[in-house]
T-cell receptor, first 113, second 114 residues
């Protein structure tokens, strides 16, 4: 069956540390994978996109990696801040689909001061 | 910065009633989407819309659901006869062309069916 899974448990880290979140997928062939941030009661906000032929993408303190052999994407926040506390969602676009994003459940991140 | 807006932010309705959720996509965008997120669950695709017709819909989007772009700015989702299980956050999203990958989401409408 097709699955997209993220760390089910909430992640608690100390301010200044690097947060690493995982997204694994099964039986999909993603054209690309995206990471979004979602705050309580709000819509997802796009952060980064990585395509199937890319290994790594960076944007300021954010880094995403994509390993199509492992069928996994890692999302890193370096020098984390309390304001980074949110739920982070991964979503993939399966090859051939009409822009229909398939979403993970999300991982809750809490950065403690 | 342009943004997608949605109204109302919260809608409470009785089971069996019709509701219309409204979205104003970013003005030069051409592709529109509705998603829903039941509390504690994944975001789920409902429907995509382009050139005044549905491009794709999920199995959730049954005959009780319909979408419309009644004018040049609004994009609506109608649920004809709401059920308890329709209670969720409903998000609208838009992109300006199909080769653009980033979907811009609105803040959502929380629908509560009693």
């Amino acid at each position: 069956s097709q699955k997209i899974e993220q760390n089910s448990e909430a992640l608690n880290i100390q301010e200044g540390k690097t947060a690493t979140l995982t997204c694994n997928y099964t039986n999909y062939s993603p054209a690309y994978l995206q990471w979004y941030r979602q705050d309580p009661g709000r819509g997802p906000v796009f952060l980064l996109l990585i395509r199937e032929n890319e290994k790594e993408k960076r944007k300021e303190r954010l880094k995403v990696t994509f390993d199509t052999t492992l069928k996994q994407s890692l999302f890193h926040i370096t020098a984390s801040q309390p304001a980074d506390s949110a739920t982070y969602l991964c979503a993939l676009l399966n090859a051939g689909n009409n822009r229909k994003l398939i979403w993970g459940l999300g991982t809750s991140l809490a950065v403690n001061p | 910065e342009p943004e997608v807006t949605q109204t109302p932010s919260h809608q409470v309705t009785q089971m069996g009633q019709e509701v219309i959720l409204r979205c104003v996509p970013i003005s030069n965008h051409l592709y529109f989407y509705w998603y829903r997120q039941i509390l504690g669950q994944k975001v789920e695709f409902l429907v995509s819309f382009y050139n005044n017709e549905i491009s794709e819909k999920s199995e959730i989007f049954d005959d009780q659901f319909s979408v419309e772009r009644p004018d040049g700015s609004n994009f609506t989702l109608k649920i004809r006869s709401t059920k308890l299980e329709d209670s969720a956050m409903y998000f609208c999203a838009s992109i300006w062309q199909e080769s653009t990958d980033t979907q811009y989401f609105g803040p959502g409408t929380r629908l509560t069916v009693l």
